[in-house]
């Protein structure tokens, strides 16, 4: 140990990770086509898919194939990509909801105002996150328009734009209890408490997706809030995931011919390596989220 540091594993050349590979039991018939993958890929993220492969000897299964790990790779890769224009819908659309129910009752700049929020509500905090918001997108055409015109007064449908999507939960958690039935009963017919918990593990959702983590055979750390119109417990499997992520899309016509049109394209094509319940799918996800 050096500099008070533990010691490490030794770097390894794209040589030394085939020949790791291949020594474990994975079959590469085009090493050229290895070695390219490798320089652009870490092989630390690559071996979370080849983990999947793996028995309980910790060799890979028979049939295992580089490029069987790469099209999972891929179909995970894609999965993310069309998860995150989704939420994207849902982000937004919850943006509008909240914004609108909130200025409309208190007043373009309500929100600046703690007794508009529940008990629990820090205040301090949610005003210091306003500030260094503004302070961090300077440049946005729209935060120099309203500190020129209007002194650094933005409304809230203004300053929400800002917002991560953490924050909008945040914000949606800490309204009055009968402010959040409002907006649920209005926006989405559920109870305020699903809607609640189930923006906190999209916005999870999100955060694995744009960071690019293994969604295929990787559980993620929160099980929604189950509907009381729903006939099992949900988990945290991408499945019940993009079960509340369907009762909180905005467009019943987008989400059958969008949506699901190209996740259905999207399974269909990567059929031949993908295994749905490797993701928590039933025989009958296509009719559940129709």
Known sequence: MKNGY???KNPATIKAQIDKLRSR????????RAEFVLSNINYYRLVHYFSVFLDGNGSYRDGTTFEKVMRVYDFDRLLRSLLLTALEE???SMRAHVSNYHALKYGALGYLNESTFDFHHNHKYFTSKIDRLVESNTGEAMVTHHMKKYGGSFPLWVIMELFSFGMLNTFYADLKTDDKKAIADKAFGVSYRCVEDWLYCLSDL???CAH???????????EPKQPGDYHRPLTGSVYDHILILKRLYPRDDAWRSTFLMRLEMLITEY???VELEHI???D?????LE
């Open 6 to 8: 533990k010691s490490v």
């Open 284 to 288: 009958d996800w296509r009719e559940e």
């Open 206 to 208: 999100r955060n694995a």
């Open 25 to 32: 039991g994975c079959v590469i018939e085009d090493e050229e």
């Open 271 to 273: 059929s031949d390596v």
């Open 90 to 92: 849902v982000e937004i």
């Open 280 to 282: 928590g799918f039933p």
């Open 212 to 222: 690019y983590t293994r969604l295929y055979a990787n559980e993620l750390d929160n």
